[in-house]
C-alpha cells in the first residue's frame, strides 16, 4: 500500500499541490500536517503508525520529512528495518533498491546544506538591515509622545483602565512603558 505524508510549514500555506501530487502517485492513504518541521508532527506519528511491512511511505519533496540528515536517516532507518520502503516524488527516491538508498543519503545532506544556508543568509540580512538602523518586530504601541501623556494623565487622577482605553493600549502595556521610562 502506498501512504502519503503532505506538510506545511503555516496554517495559510495550502496543501493541494502535494495532495495531487501524491494523488496522481497512486497513494490510497494521506497524512497531514500544517506545521514547522521543528514542531511536533502528529500527522507524520500517524502515518509512521499506520504504515506495515510490504507498504511504502510517499512524500512530495524529501524537505516535507525533516530537515536534518540524521533525523531523515534515522526515520528512513526505522521505516526499513519495519520493512517499509520510501518515496519521494520530486526527487525521485525509491528506497526499495540500493541506488535509491544512495541518492537519498545525498538528498538528504543537500536539504540539511540548504537549509543552513537559508538560516545564514537570513542571519546576515538581518544584521545589515539592524546596520542601517532598520529594526525588526512588531511596532511599539507606545512611544514617548504617548507615555508623556499617560503620565500627565495619570498625576491629573484619571484611572490606569481609562488612560489605557485612551491611548488604545492595554494596562500591562502601559506599565511597561511607564517602568521602563519611555
Not at 500500500?1 to 496543501?15: E, F, H
Not at 494623565?153 to 482605553?165: F, I, P, Q, S
Request: glycine share 10%.
Amino acid at each position: 500500500m502506498l501512504v502519503g505524508y503532505a506538510r506545511v510549514s503555516t496554517g495559510d500555506q495550502n496543501l493541494e499541490l502535494q495532495l495531487d501530487a501524491l494523488r496522481k502517485a497512486g497513494v490510497e492513504k494521506v497524512f497531514t500536517d500544517k506545521v514547522s518541521s521543528v514542531k511536533a508532527r502528529p500527522g507524520l506519528d500517524e502515518a509512521v503508525a499506520y504504515v506495515r511491512e510490504g507498504d511504502t511511505l510517499v512524500v512530495w519533496k524529501l524537505d516535507r520529512l525533516g530537515r536534518t540528515v540524521k533525523g531523515l536517516i534515522d526515520l528512513v532507518g526505522a521505516l526499513r528495518e519495519r520493512g517499509v520502503q520510501f518515496h519521494s516524488l520530486t526527487d525521485g527516491i525509491d528506497t526499495a533498491t540500493a541506488a535509491g538508498r544512495f541518492f537519498f543519503h545525498m538528498m538528504a545532506a543537500l536539504a540539511e546544506m540548504e537549509r543552513d544556508l537559508i538560516r545564514e543568509r537570513t542571519h546576515a540580512g538581518l544584521v545589515a538591515a539592524r546596520a542601517r538602523g532598520r529594526m525588526g518586530g512588531r511596532k511599539p504601541k507606545m512611544d514617548a509622545t504617548k507615555a508623556d501623556i499617560a503620565r500627565k494623565l495619570l498625576t491629573a487622577g484619571t484611572a490606569v483602565n481609562e488612560v489605557a482605553r485612551t491611548l488604545g493600549v492595554s494596562r500591562a502595556t502601559l506599565y511597561r512603558n511607564l517602568r521602563t521610562g519611555n
